[in-house]
């Protein structure tokens, strides 16, 4: 099983700021990686597939990278609707699928 | 693209409950289809995944053996039969629309959840 850590377990900046999420996979997963922003009381919303794309709808602020092993998510300028719990998720090698443990982020 | 979830509620341990989720906006036989969990406050959780004609069917260690995944296309629904329900179970499950038709191994990201149905295991 791949095993997904995301750090920090929660991040605060200011808005305006740029916020940099972490996610390391167990072993190399390519570019299988997605991101997913939750906000409390809704389901996920996929943010990013490909370790890179971004889905249909999502900001531009939003940026991921990375590939292999060690994945970033990046807000570019924090708004005060980005407040919300971020997971990665992997697809390389399946089944299972597997999500990271979340980084919340809040906004000061 | 629309996922209602249905059939969650209160349940001893050891006793059985059956979750469907009902997709509209798009052709459920296109896509593979999965159930993804969340205890309250916790982290998100995969359970169960089936490829778009029912070939390929997996489960998570977790719940292997004791939870069975079906769908009907016809009807665009999918199911979740879950038996001898314990503790750890409670949680939200999600129902989930894949982005391909694939099973085991292919490419499977989540564009799209339903807002999940509340399964709380307790005596």
């Not at chain 1, 900001?59 to 990375?66: K, T």
């Not at chain 2, 989720?21 to 036989?29: H, I, R």
């Not at chain 2, 982290?43 to 998570?60: D, F, K, M, P, R």
């Not at chain 2, 079906?70 to 982005?99: F, I, P």
Request: hydrophobic share 30%.
């Amino acid at each position: 099983e791949i095993v997904m850590t995301q750090s920090p377990a929660t991040l605060s900046e200011s808005p305006g700021e740029r916020a940099t999420l972490s996610c390391r996979a167990s072993q190399g997963v390519g570019t299988s990686l997605a991101w997913y922003q939750q906000n409390p009381g809704q389901a996920p919303r996929l943010l990013i597939y490909g370790a890179s794309t971004r889905a249909t709808g999502i900001p531009a602020r939003f940026s991921g990278s990375g590939s292999g092993a060690d994945f970033s998510l990046t807000i570019s300028s924090l708004q005060s609707e980005d407040s919300a719990v971020y997971y990665c998720q992997q697809y390389y090698i399946w089944p299972p699928l597997t999500f990271g443990g979340g980084t919340k982020v809040e906004i000061k | 693209v629309q996922l209602v979830e249905s059939g969650g509620g209160l349940v001893q341990p050891g006793k059985s409950l059956r979750l469907s989720c009902v997709g509209s906006g798009f052709t459920l036989s296109d896509y593979a289809m999965h159930w993804v969990r969340q205890v309250p406050g916790k982290g998100l959780e995969w359970v169960s995944s089936i490829s778009w004609n029912s070939a390929s069917i997996t489960y998570a260690e977790s719940v292997k053996g004791r939870f069975t995944i079906s769908r009907d296309n016809g009807k665009n629904s999918l199911s979740l039969q879950m038996n001898s329900l314990r503790d750890e179970d409670t949680a939200s499950y999600h129902c989930v629309k894949g982005n391909s038709f694939g099973g085991a191994g292919t490419v499977q990201y989540f564009p799209h959840w339903g807002e999940g149905t509340l399964v709380t295991v307790s005596s």
